[in-house]
């Protein structure tokens, strides 16, 4: 497929800045992308104009608010939010973690919402990072519900995700597990609530009991 040159560039600073927001100025971009500061400049300066970018106070780039309209022109997940946001809040309150509530496009999880723990030390994540499906619980989770056949490769640290209804997926380098549960949306299969629990608290029963309560969020979508 032929491609438009300028719109790839464009696309290339803009996940550039999704992966990394807040940590570039304009030469730091320019080094990591390999492309000359004036030719930058000039895209960068655009999308400034039309907010798709904007500069902390030290030149940093960050995505801008132009976005924030585009997400939530999307009526699902919208919706989705203000249903299920106040469940996600009470949720980490009552267990002290963070809850995120991903959304699945074609092979990737989308995140839309979280609410954070009250811990000094835990995960952090941005709102609308998208990552492969099998890098996450309520990836392989909800692409596995879809009837998709899953490489034995991800599998290697996961529960038996069909058997139980939801998956938990052992992170080594986090000394940690991650749990996804799907939403009850309709059509089904797209959205669901995670978690992730450290090593030494994971039990059985807590397991169970985040289920149960995910399950438990009313939807009409």
């Known amino acids: 497929m032929k491609t438009l040159l300028s719109i790839d560039r464009a696309v290339r600073i803009l996940d550039t800045v999704v992966a990394h927001p807040g940590e570039y100025t304009l030469s730091g971009l320019s080094k990591l992308l390999d492309m000359p500061v004036t030719t930058l400049h000039g895209f960068c300066a655009t999308m400034e104009h039309w907010k798709l970018l904007q500069k902390d106070p030290a030149g940093r780039f960050q995505l801008g608010c132009r976005f924030l309209h585009y997400a939530f022109s ?101 000394h940690a597990y991650c749990l996804g549960v799907e939403l009850q949306t309709d059509p089904p299969d797209l959205a669901g609530v995670s978690a992730v629990l450290p090593d030494y608290q994971c039990t059985p029963e807590l397991v169970q009991e985040i289920v149960a309560e995910i399950r438990r969020i009313p939807l009409v979508l």
């Open 74 to 174: 999307c009526s699902f997940e919208q919706q989705l939010n203000a249903q299920v946001h106040p469940y996600l809040v009470d949720l980490s309150r009552r267990f002290d973690e963070t809850f995120h509530i991903g959304v699945l496009r074609g092979e990737h999880i989308i995140y839309i919402d979280k609410a954070e723990s009250q811990k000094p030390y835990r995960m952090t994540s941005v709102i609308g990072t998208m990552d492969p499906y099998q890098d996450s619980a309520i990836g392989l989770q909800l692409y596995a519900r879809q009837g998709a056949e899953i490489p034995e490769e991800y599998l290697t640290e996961c529960n038996d995700i069909l058997r139980d209804g939801y998956c938990l997926k052992f992170e080594p380098q986090m």
